[in-house]
């Protein structure tokens, strides 16, 4: 009897209610705890090995700085400058050599933008228009780079997460556009599988000026620098600020060089 009434004792109504008590608070998930709480990983884009910044473009969804131009050195940022050959106004021209694009204003000048080109044996020169426009596009890797590379996904949606960048302007009945990126790093270097690549920012600009049917002439790797006077990274000129609140170089009209 002594025995049975410890017992009793130890498991009095008081200690069961609050043993059920302690059970019910652990049973509960903590409110706002987060998922390293209990050891867990947030779950990541699978990371393809890169085609040169396009796989790397794929994964990496980070926001970009309102000002992409700000990223770039001086040489490559958006600027209007003298402009000697004979195409017309609304030509795009692609100095493949010196990773520049520029936009024929007419009367002597462009705008010219820095761009990333096809790396070694990726380079192209002819003369195609834009047979396309699209905003935000979708990438349909291409049979040939996909051959290349078979671990790249086949579609990816248009998005902050796309290759392709903001905008895309396509190039005849070829593969090769003009496109945005969401790796400024990349403008300014031989990368590509042979498209032309520009900030989201500059090909948003260009995007709004370019009408279907443009003509687009990409000049060979070896082609001189064809804008009048020296390469400002070289040699800077004066400078006078644009509307937009950009600054413009004054290039003297000497030398030209086709």
């Known amino acids: 009897m002594t025995k049975f009434s410890a017992v009793r004792r130890s498991f009095s109504?008081?200690?069961?209610?609050a043993f059920a008590f302690a059970t019910a608070l652990l049973a509960v998930p903590i409110a706002g705890a987060s998922a390293q709480t209990y050891g867990y990983?947030?779950?990541?884009?699978?990371?393809?090995?890169q085609d040169q910044g396009y796989a790397q473009g794929y994964v990496n969804e980070a926001p970009q700085a309102a000002d992409e131009d700000a990223q770039l050195p001086d040489r490559l940022r958006k600027q209007v400058v003298g402009f000697d050959r004979s195409e017309p106004a609304g030509t795009i021209v692609i100095d493949t050599n010196n990773t520049y694009l520029y936009y024929v204003l007419g009367n002597g000048r462009a705008i010219r933008y820095g761009v990333g080109v096809g790396r070694e044996g990726f380079t192209w020169s002819g003369v195609q228009s834009?047979?396309?426009?699209?905003e935000w596009p979708d990438w349909h890797p291409p049979a040939e780079m996909i051959a290349r590379q078979p671990y790249l996904p086949?579609?990816?949606a248009g998005g902050p997460g796309n290759p392709l960048g903001a905008r895309a302007m396509y190039l005849g009945s070829s593969e090769y556009r003009i496109?945005?990126?969401?790796?400024?790093?990349?403008i300014g270097k031989f990368v590509s599988s042979g498209c032309?690549?520009?900030?989201?920012e500059?090909?948003?600009?260009?995007?709004?000026?370019?009408?279907?049917?443009?003509?687009v002439v990409v000049l060979p790797k070896n082609a001189p620098l064809m804008a009048k006077g020296s390469d400002p990274a070289r040699k800077r000129p004066a400078v006078t600020a644009m509307p937009s609140?950009?600054?413009?170089?004054?290039?003297?009209?000497?030398?030209?060089?086709?």
């Open 130 to 134: 834009v047979s396309r426009k699209a």
């Open 154 to 156: 086949r579609f990816v």
């Open 13 to 17: 109504p008081r200690v069961v209610t």
């Open 202 to 215: 500059d090909v948003t600009d260009l995007f709004s000026r370019v009408n279907i049917g443009a003509k």
């Open 41 to 49: 990983s947030p779950m990541q884009p699978q990371a393809y090995p």
């Open 179 to 186: 496109h945005g990126t969401n790796d400024p790093s990349t």
């Open 245 to 258: 609140g950009r600054q413009a170089l004054n290039i003297s009209a000497s030398s030209a060089v086709n």
């Open 196 to 200: 032309i690549r520009m900030t989201n």
